[in-house]
């Protein structure tokens, strides 16, 4: 064989690979188990048609299905070089994620997103306020995300320091906005910042308000919701084991 009909080989062979990652990347987007095929990279960003043809319970799945990849070293070998081109014309993210501040919390890693996938807030103890609300009405109601999941973790310092009453400068008043999660954590044992389980009750209890504080304080996600176009759903990451707890 001649260099020419090599290169024409080599070039056909490219093509069929990049077809085959497109189409298994399309497959993931709307619940598709893509880690089954190994070495296969998700090249292309999430399309405005894939994301549109979701249902809030399926990107729910879909992030359920990247944590599990997550916690199983299964993830997927993302182009983001790739990803950052195909979605430099446009987003469409299926999902806003509302989370903490903590390093060891990275929302897009945990749950094995790509470039153009979700929006992500992260703010200390996932709390909300006016800002971070108009945030997330931007994603959802103008950029057509169909989840907004907020989500907590274990051994939570903000919890802590609300916990302990913490003070130090702007940090009080964001502290503040935890404490009511305190005060309403029923819990029987030790209520302080050294027991880890009251620790945790209390983040539980705050990812839970959160989401009852969005959907009482935006009519514009709360209609959405209504709708059924959109979800506002709770959830915890556990630092060991790495699992994403969804209430819903």
């Not at 405005?48 to 990849?69: C, F, H, S, Y």
Request: with cysteine.
């Amino acid at each position: 064989m001649n260099h020419q009909n090599e290169g024409c080989c080599a070039d056909a062979s490219r093509r069929r690979l990049l077809g085959s990652t497109l189409g298994v990347a399309a497959f993931s987007a709307v619940g598709g188990v893509s880690w089954l095929l190994p070495g296969i990279a998700q090249a292309a960003a999430l399309t405005k048609a894939q994301r549109d043809a979701m249902t809030p319970d399926q990107v729910i799945a879909m992030l359920k299905e990247g944590n599990e990849r997550f916690r199983a070293g299964k993830m997927q070998g993302h182009d983001y070089l790739a990803q950052k081109r195909a979605s430099a014309g446009g987003q469409y993210p299926a999902a806003v994620i509302l989370g903490c501040i903590d390093s060891r919390a990275p929302t897009e890693i945990i749950l094995d997103t790509g470039i153009g996938e979700t929006f992500t807030a992260r703010v200390a103890g996932n709390i909300s306020n006016d800002d971070l609300l108009g945030s997330l009405e931007f994603a959802c109601a103008v950029a057509g995300s169909k989840l907004v999941l907020v989500m907590g973790h274990t051994a939570c310092g903000a919890i802590k320091g609300a916990i302990d009453g913490a003070k130090l400068g702007n940090l009080t008043g964001l502290l503040d906005k935890i404490k009511p999660a305190v005060d309403a954590t029923q819990f029987s044992g030790e209520r302080t910042s050294k027991n880890d389980a009251f620790v945790d009750a209390v983040a539980a209890t705050n990812v839970r308000r959160t989401v009852e504080e969005i959907r009482h304080r935006s009519d514009v996600l709360a209609g959405l919701e209504k709708d059924g176009k959109l979800k506002i759903v709770g959830s915890m990451y556990y630092l060991v084991g790495g699992k994403v707890e969804f209430y819903a």
